[in-house]
């Protein structure tokens, strides 16, 4: 199954793309925790993508592509792959399909979560994240058991420095401009379905099961 989780920041990808990816095993593909984590360790791709991170940009198509061009090469994804966050623009969705194609592989479907701002709002807004193991939690809709502490790795939550007011503004106007445009994209290859994304994470999940079925 080589799927694409697509729709706004803080819609819930990464929280369903985990479950699934636990339940399929097979990996979830972050081009969001992938350039975190390289920001984190300060490689030289992390201080390149830190500024257009914080200021909420995207960062350039050539990076982001060579990613996931290197990333799908690794054998765990030959079994199939949760693409998260990735693609955000059409270079990057047509990038992806040549890619796929050289090797005789397409994508099966594409899930596009759809939820309405004032909760895309709320749920960044709430969002804490382990830097160590990735995990994420809400404020109120998912604590963690102890405050600020994650309860898979102990690891201290920290809220991300793009989910400030300005930042998620920011975030939501360039979904808007640069991916939206994805929507029709991939509705015209036939492979487009679309998901609520209100409700509990469970309740949303069975929709991603159902539309798999
Ligand atoms: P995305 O990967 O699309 O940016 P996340 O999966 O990180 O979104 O979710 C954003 C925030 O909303 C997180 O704090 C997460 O815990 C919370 N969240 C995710 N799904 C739901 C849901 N169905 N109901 C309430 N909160 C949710
Ligand atoms: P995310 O974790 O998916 O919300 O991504 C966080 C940030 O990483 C985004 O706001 C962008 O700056 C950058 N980013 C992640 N994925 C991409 C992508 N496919 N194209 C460009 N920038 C990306």
Redesign the pocket.
């Known amino acids: 199954m080589r799927l694409i989780f697509l729709?706004p920041?803080?819609?819930?990808?990464?929280?369903?793309a985990q479950r699934l990816s636990a339940q399929q095993s097979i990996p979830k593909i972050s081009t969001g925790d992938i350039l975190r984590e390289a920001v984190l360790k300060k490689t030289p791709l992390g201080v390149q993508a830190k500024s257009f991170m914080d200021s909420g940009k995207l960062v350039p198509d050539e990076v982001v592509i060579g990613i996931i061009r290197a990333r799908l090469k690794e054998t765990d994804s030959k079994e199939g792959f949760i693409l998260?966050?990735f693609p955000r623009t059409v270079p990057q969705a047509q990038a992806l399909t040549s890619m796929l194609r050289q090797d005789q592989r397409s994508i099966d479907r594409v899930l596009n979560?759809e939820l309405s701002n004032d909760e895309l709002v709320r749920?960044?807004s709430?969002?804490?994240s382990c830097p160590n193991c990735q995990a994420?939690?809400?404020l109120e809709?998912?604590p963690s058991q102890k405050p600020e502490l994650c309860d898979r790795c102990g690891g201290k939550l920290i809220q991300r420095s793009d989910d400030q007011p300005e930042t998620i503004r920011k975030r939501l106007e360039v979904y808007r401009s640069q991916t939206l445009p994805l929507i029709r994209f991939y509705e015209e290859q036939g492979v487009l379905v679309r998901i609520d994304?209100s409700?509990?994470?469970e309740t949303?999940y069975q929709r991603v099961t159902a539309a798999l079925g």
């Open positions: 729709g920041p803080g819609v819930g990808k990464g929280t369903q998260d966050g979560f749920r960044l709430g969002r804490r994420v939690y809400h809709y998912s994304g409700g509990p994470p949303v």
